[in-house]
């Protein structure tokens, strides 16, 4: 499989419940970063952690890191419809890292229904 | 708060003409980079520029590419002779460090037809 795949591919939730997307690379990182995009939008960057961090936090959003597993997890709590988007995640270092050139996967469709 | 533009939102142009997609990124980022969705799949990396210089290429950034800082503000993407197949999303971001962050402007849709 790729660098950077979450799972799953889609969830539906209903407004005010948690959301969590998960995604697992392959190679060593620098850090992980997650995005958000709407539908034929921009990228918005949400959140960075660091190979050496284990738990970030930033709003109503929480970020794990698991190196030895080389997986990571997003979690939305009380989740709203405007949350409606592709979350995606972004690892570096497989084109060296030191540019910080990103590789993403291939994203999660969460649908949170009003 | 900064923010990356692109311009133009939309291109549409015929298959072997040349396109320029330009970017104007966060004026003290000193990393910048180009990536392409096409559509319904996942970004892919391009190309990195810092220090006026190319730093990394992609297999998809072949010779048919080029980028470019003309001056002190903006950053452009160059497609010699377009290819249906470059149709697609292309986003410029920029960082001020290799290990931080990096911000997307909004994109420009190529179409090739």
């Known amino acids: 499989s790729q660098q950077g795949e979450e799972d799953p591919q889609a969830l539906s939730i209903q407004e005010g419940e948690n959301a969590t997307m998960n995604c697992s690379y392959k190679t060593s990182i620098n850090n992980l970063q997650w995005y958000r995009q709407n539908s034929g939008r921009g990228l918005v960057h949400l959140i960075l952690i660091r190979s050496n961090e284990r738990e970030k936090h930033s709003g109503r959003l929480r970020v794990t890191l698991d190196t030895s597993k080389k997986s990571s997890s997003l979690l939305i709590t009380a989740s709203r419809a405007a949350d409606t988007a592709s979350y995606f995640c972004a690892t570096d270092g497989f084109y060296g890292g030191s540019q910080g050139n990103l590789i993403f996967g291939k994203g999660t469709k969460l649908s949170v229904k009003p | 708060e900064p923010e990356v533009t692109q311009t133009p939102s939309h291109q549409v142009t015929q298959m072997g003409q040349e396109v320029i997609l330009r970017c104007v990124p966060i004026s003290n980022h000193l990393y910048f980079y180009w990536y392409r969705q096409i559509l319904g799949q996942k970004v892919e990396f391009l190309v990195s520029?810092?220090?006026?210089?190319?730093?990394?290429k992609s297999e998809i950034f072949d010779d048919q590419f080029s980028v470019e800082r003309p001056d002190g503000s903006n950053f452009t993407l160059k497609i010699r002779s377009t290819k249906l197949e470059d149709s697609a999303m292309y986003f410029c971001?920029?960082?001020?460090?290799?290990?931080?962050?990096?911000?997307f402007g909004p994109g420009t849709r190529l179409t090739v037809l």
């Open positions: 971001a920029s960082s001020d460090s290799g290990r931080n962050e990096q911000f």
């Open positions: 520029f810092y220090n006026n210089e190319i730093s990394e």
